[in-house]
């Protein structure tokens, strides 16, 4: 799995962290970011639910 995120689109809803709180933190800014280490998404099976909470499209998940 890999996980996009484009910080540049994220309007800091905080969406993608209530829902996989083990991958997606914001940061001082309120701006997704990807939790260290984390980075592969193995850490919060809900992962996969991001891309649809997202409103404004800021996270994209592929599948290897
Ligand atoms: S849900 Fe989307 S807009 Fe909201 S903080 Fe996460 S990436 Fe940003």
Request: some cysteine; charged content about 25%; hydrophobic content about 40%.
């Given at each position: ?15 993608c ?24 998404g ?11 909470v997202?409103p ?9």
């Amino acid at each position: 799995m890999r996980i996009t995120i484009d910080r540049d689109r994220c309007i800091g809803s905080g969406q993608c962290v209530m829902t996989a709180p083990g991958v997606f933190t914001q940061d001082d800014d309120a701006v997704v970011a990807l939790v260290p280490g984390h980075e592969d998404g193995a850490a919060d099976p809900r992962v996969h639910d991001v891309p649809l909470v997202c409103p404004v499209q800021a996270v994209a998940i592929f599948e290897d």
